[in-house]
Each structure stands twice: as structure tokens, then as C-alpha cells.
């Protein structure tokens, strides 16, 4: 590039915005579109008045859903169930952390109790999951012990760091024993688009406590947020009304101190959706009597689905999630079907879609890899942090059985199959919606992975790599030799990490 020709370059602004609210930013950049102002004079002008009249217009009335996507909230959640955390985090466009099993240890009482509970079935449910903590404790201590007694400690490590380390080691096997029910928190940051998706599915959940979460995260959006600034705004203000300073300086102190709600307008007709909860009630039916006296066929725990048509693809994918069979078996049952059977199944999935409805999770088909996955729910929680790809879950349910570590048999850990084994038998003398709460997770848990061929060689990658939960490494490692057989050309590119459980202990 000459000279001449580099001068006549027009440089771009660039400008970080910080202290504008997020309904008001996110109404100052959906006028690029209509206006030729700066941000900067378009967020001089706003007043919010103006963002809300704006936003009921444009976004309330013409639909124009991406403008939400421009105010972002961070919330906190605390003190909910792991239940519900895996349904607050499930999905697509989704920032966050939650607390580690891995790294934190759990408490004894820290445990949710679902609503409606009392008399003996209150009893028979504290007592299951009082008998699954005290087993956690346990096994924690006799598995650091085993490890401690027989591992050396490397001559570069202190004791402390030594012991530190055995001790997460731990923490992988015993938090199999954690129900459902144990008490977590977590932070996220999401648009108001994405809010707003997620209060309608918690609100349209069959969990008290997620349609809780999902008006409480309402009211959290339109209620004055949380500022850390306000007790030294506070303090500044008494100190300018002590010195008695002139009524439009404190005015000006007070506008700026005034308490803000993130998303009063974008998220206060947010409603449970009628198109999900009557969707799945009715595919549940159809479910039930499609598979009738069918039950789940013996399968590998990674299974990678051969390619299938668009239609097939979609009205399995309809089912799946109803239904506790492989992906393949459904496959194998519908294939069967003349074309307008699978329409019923496709018409049944679109019926209850109303004018705002976005599609269901169901219709994002057309992947290239399809893997069908049976882990343990705790492995799961791991995978389900990969929001590039598709997740269609399966209900919990204790038909497929659990996992026991090795290390588990080694260490010969004397609580861990009585405590899991009295957890189901409580759970079957439980209301429905409750007996899932006492679920450890060791329970396995059928979930549908659909991804492009980048995001599968990335979670390959990533998850098999030392340092790892071993469960979800042994699960990258599968999906690794399912792709091998049937893309072995391709799958010879991703750089998959091999296990070596000796070598791996210490390494984090």
C-alpha cells in the first residue's frame, strides 16, 4: 500500500461504554439503525422514558427480538438445588460459573427440599439425603487416605499442595454420592433475549422451584439491582447534606446514586409458554403409545448416529426427549413410518407455536455429528457446558442404572452402594417431581449431542486432556473412536489426549 494511499485512511473510533443502563444502551445502539448520531449523543439524549416507549414499540410490538440482545445483566443466583442449576444454565447463549464439585466440599443439611413435602414423606426424604452426605463425607476421607498411603508426593511439592491435590482427587469419586438436591450457586451474565427465554422455560418447568427461579429472575430485572458503589454513594450524600451544598450539586449526587433496574421494560410480560408445556405434554402421549412395552435397548454409552434424512432427524429428535430410548432405536422405529406418520409427529411439534414463539430446541437439525450419550449426571453437568452444540435431554430417571468409580472397588469404600441403594428405594415412596431430587449423581443420564465437526474435535480435545474429571475424559475418549469409525480420515486430525491414570493423578 503506497503512501498516498495509507494518508487517506479514515481512522475508526473506538470507545469502551460504562455506566449506562442496560435497557438505555441497549436502546442507544438499536438506533445505529435509525439514526446518524454517535453513541455518545444518542445515550446524551436518552432519558428513560424514551428507551421504554422505544422498546414497547419496536421490540413488544414489531418483534424486533435483537434488540434485546444488546442489554446484557449479570444476576446471581444462590442457594438452588443442582436440579435446578442445570436447568437455569440450559442454555444456547448462556455466560456463567457455577460451584465446583470438584474443588469445593458440600455440607451436610446444604440440600433443597421440594415444596408440598411434609409428615413421613419429609422424613423419608431427609433421611435419604442425610444418609447420601454422610456417605460423601466418608468416602472422601477413605479415598484421600487410599491415595495418600500410596502415593508419593513429588520431591517439588510442599505437603500442603501434596495433600491439597489428593484431596480434589477425592472429590471426583465421592460427589457421585451429591443429590440433585444439594444446594449450589452460581453467577451469570446474559442479554435481555436470553433472559427472557430462560424465565418462560423456568416458568413453564414441571419443578416448583425452577418456576420460582423463573419469577424471581423477573422480579430481579425489573426491582433496583444490587451496587456495591451505594454505601459510599450514601455516605458521600450525607456528607453533602451536612455541608449544606447547593441543591442542584446534591441533586446531581442523588441522580447519579439513584437505584437502577437492568431490564424493568424488556422482561416484565415474560410469561410461562403454553407452546412448550403443551408441546411436550402431547409428545408425550404420542411417545407412550409409539413405544408402547418397549424398553431400552442395550447400547455403547457413546454412540455416534449414522447420517439420516432431515425429516427422520426431526421427528426422532421430537421424540427423544419424551422418551428414555436411544437416539438409534428411535431412529430404527420411525424409519419404519410412511411419510404422513412422520408429519403427525412434525405437525404436533409446530401446533402450539404462537406469533413470538422461537422453534423449539428439537428443530436444530442438520448437524453433521449426532453423538447420543449415556454418563453419569455428574460427567454430564461437565458436557453441558458446551453450549456450541445442540443438547436435547432426556428425563431423569433411575432405569439406567449408575456408575461406581474404580477407584471406588480399590479404596473398597464401605458406603457407597447402601447409600445410593437407599436414595431409589426413598425415591419410590416419594411424590412424582420429588423422588429426582434424592438422585446422586451417579445416575446416569441420556442426553443428544449435535454438533458441527469443529465443536466435536474441540470437546475431544478439551475433555480428554489431563488434568480432567476422569469420567468425561473416558467419554471424550469414545466419542473420539466413534468418529474414527466412521470418519477416520477426519478424525485422525484431532489431537486426542490418552489416559494414563498413574501419571494423570497429580496433574491439574
Not at 458440600?106 to 421440594?114: K, L, S, V
Not at 405437525?347 to 455429528?369: C, I, P, S, T
Not at 449415556?374 to 461437565?382: A, E, N, P, T
Not at 475433555?463 to 473420539?480: D, L, T, V
Amino acid at each position: 500500500m503506497s503512501a498516498a494511499e495509507t494518508s487517506a485512511l479514515t481512522p475508526a473510533q473506538v470507545y469502551a461504554i460504562w455506566g449506562a443502563e442496560p435497557e438505555i444502551n441497549a436502546y442507544a445502539m438499536a438506533k445505529y439503525s435509525r439514526s446518524a448520531l454517535s453513541l455518545t449523543e444518542s445515550l446524551r439524549e436518552i432519558d428513560g422514558q424514551k428507551a421504554e416507549k422505544f422498546l414497547n414499540t419496536f421490540y413488544f410490538q414489531y418483534g424486533h427480538r435483537s434488540i434485546a440482545d444488546l442489554a446484557h445483566i449479570s444476576f446471581a443466583i444462590e442457594k438452588l438445588s443442582l436440579l435446578a442449576a442445570i436447568e437455569v444454565c440450559d442454555e444456547t447463549r448462556w455466560d456463567g460459573q457455577e460451584r465446583s464439585t470438584r474443588y469445593q466440599q458440600f455440607r451436610p443439611g446444604d440440600w433443597q427440599i421440594p415444596p408440598d413435602l411434609s409428615g413421613a414423606e419429609l422424613a423419608i426424604y431427609e433421611q435419604a439425603a442425610g444418609t447420601l452426605f454422610s456417605a460423601y463425607e466418608t468416602t472422601t476421607a477413605e479415598i484421600f487416605e487410599y491415595l495418600k498411603a500410596r502415593q508419593t508426593r513429588p520431591s517439588d511439592w510442599s505437603q500442603e499442595r501434596f495433600e491439597r491435590t489428593l484431596r480434589a482427587r477425592a472429590f471426583d469419586h465421592s460427589r457421585y454420592l451429591l443429590p440433585l438436591a444439594t444446594l449450589t450457586s452460581l453467577g451469570q451474565i446474559v442479554s435481555a433475549r436470553t433472559l427472557e427465554g430462560q424465565i418462560a422455560r423456568l416458568m413453564s418447568s414441571a419443578w416448583q422451584e425452577c418456576v420460582l427461579l423463573g419469577r424471581q429472575l423477573r422480579q430481579a430485572a425489573c426491582e433496583a439491582a444490587w451496587d456495591p458503589r451505594q454505601p459510599q454513594w450514601q455516605r458521600i450524600l450525607a456528607a453533602m447534606r451536612e455541608a449544606r451544598m447547593p441543591a442542584d450539586v446534591i441533586q446531581a449526587a442523588e441522580n447519579l446514586a439513584r437505584p437502577i433496574a437492568t431490564a424493568p421494560t424488556l422482561v416484565k410480560y415474560t410469561d410461562p409458554s403454553p407452546y412448550q408445556t403443551e408441546t411436550r405434554r402431547e409428545l408425550r402421549e404420542l411417545a407412550a403409545a409409539i413405544f408402547k412395552d418397549q424398553q431400552p435397548r442395550p447400547v455403547p454409552r457413546v454412540s455416534l448416529a449414522p447420517s439420516h434424512s432431515l425429516e427422520l432427524e426431526l421427528a426422532a429428535s421430537l421424540l427423544y426427549t419424551v422418551c428414555d430410548l436411544p437416539y438409534q432405536q428411535i431412529l430404527d422405529v420411525i424409519g419404519g413410518f410412511s411419510a404422513p406418520q412422520r408429519r403427525e409427529i412434525l405437525d404436533l411439534g409446530q401446533r402450539h407455536r404462537g406469533r413470538h414463539d422461537e422453534w423449539g430446541r428439537e428443530w436444530r437439525a442438520g448437524y453433521g455429528f449426532a453423538f447420543d450419550i449415556l454418563q453419569d449426571v455428574g460427567s454430564f453437568r461437565d458436557l453441558h457446558r458446551h453450549r456450541r452444540c445442540v443438547q436435547l435431554h432426556q428425563e431423569y430417571t433411575w432405569t439406567h442404572g449408575h456408575d461406581t468409580p474404580e477407584l471406588c472397588n480399590q479404596a473398597q469404600v464401605s458406603r457407597y452402594q447402601p447409600a445410593i441403594a437407599a436414595a431409589r428405594e426413598a425415591a419410590s415412596r416419594l411424590p412424582p417431581g420429588t423422588g429426582e431430587y434424592l438422585m446422586p449423581l451417579a445416575q446416569r443420564k441420556r442426553t443428544l449431542f449435535k454438533m458441527d465437526a469443529a465443536e466435536a474435535a474441540y470437546i475431544i480435545e478439551l475433555r480428554s486432556a489431563p488434568g480432567g474429571h476422569f469420567a468425561y475424559r473416558e467419554i471424550a475418549q469414545e466419542m473420539h473412536q466413534a468418529l474414527s469409525r466412521q470418519h477416520p480420515g477426519w478424525a485422525d486430525y484431532v489431537r486426542v489426549s490418552p489416559m494414563d491414570w498413574e501419571s494423570d493423578l497429580l496433574r491439574r
